[in-house]
């Protein structure tokens, strides 16, 4: 299983709405509606954002949305604030009891 | 509120085990959820280890599952990592999370803060 693909980084200044994919293949995205967004802020444990591509857990900002066609999801921030700077995650269950990660994102709010 | 608080060596010699431990809080492992290891190295992306259910069960990336044992111990409400042989490839932070499978998201709901784990002699 390869990890998914991100950009390595995407920016956007306060106000606008930035979008941040994540690429897998048919036998991961394509195929399961069980991908996750995960925030983390340096020298943090990694805060889960989205689930199930476009559940937002209890709590969590609904600047926040998620979405997935074919292959490829999608997380947007809507309205960027200063706390939204951090690296984001996918991940994405690929079947027979396995679990991918992409890269990460940084995104940087300008 | 559900806890969860990795424990182990931060230093670990090339070609020796690197163990860890994750203690659970405010669940019992043995109520259900799979209890999963999750690794960063310095500067790069998370990468899944591997899980285990309360009953023992267990699964692994295939990429490290010859080098890769996870168990539990629900008398202690903890679960556990072992690599071996570990390189200096093998440098990371290591996170324990909560997760579902089966039903529910599959998403990792509850981490641990994470520990550094260095592998040089």
């Known amino acids: 299983q390869s990890a998914l693909t991100q950009p390595a980084s995407v920016s956007g200044s306060p106000g606008q709405s930035i979008t941040i994919s994540c690429t897998g293949t048919s036998s991961d995205v394509g195929t399961y509606n069980l991908v996750s967004w995960y925030q983390q802020h340096p020298g943090k444990a990694p805060k889960l954002m989205i689930s199930?591509?476009?559940k937002r857990p209890s709590g969590v900002s609904n600047r926040l949305s998620g979405s997935k066609s074919g292959n490829t999801a999608s997380l947007t921030i809507s309205g960027l604030q200063a706390e939204d700077e951090a690296d984001y995650y996918c991940?994405?269950?690929?079947?027979?009891?396995?679990?991918?990660f992409g890269g990460g994102t940084k995104l940087i709010v300008l | 509120q559900v806890q969860l608080q990795e424990s182990g060596p931060r230093l670990v010699k090339p070609s020796e085990t690197l163990s860890l431990t994750c203690v659970v809080s405010g669940y019992s492992i043995s109520s259900g959820y799979h209890w999963g290891w999750i690794r960063q190295p310095p500067g790069k992306g998370l990468e899944w280890i591997g899980s285990?259910?309360?009953?023992?069960?267990?699964y692994y990336t295939p990429s490290l599952k010859s080098r890769v044992t996870i168990s539990v111990d629900t008398s202690k409400n903890q679960f556990s990592l072992k690599l071996s042989s570990v390189t200096a490839a093998d440098t990371a932070v290591f996170y324990c999370?909560?997760?579902?499978?089966?039903?529910?998201?599959?998403?990792?709901?509850?981490w641990g803060q994470g520990t550094p784990v260095t592998v040089s002699s």
């Open positions: 199930e591509v476009s």
């Open positions: 991940c994405s269950y690929a079947g027979s009891s396995i679990w991918v």
């Open positions: 285990i259910y309360g009953s023992g069960s267990t």
């Open positions: 999370a909560r997760h579902t499978y089966g039903s529910g998201s599959y998403s990792f709901e509850y």
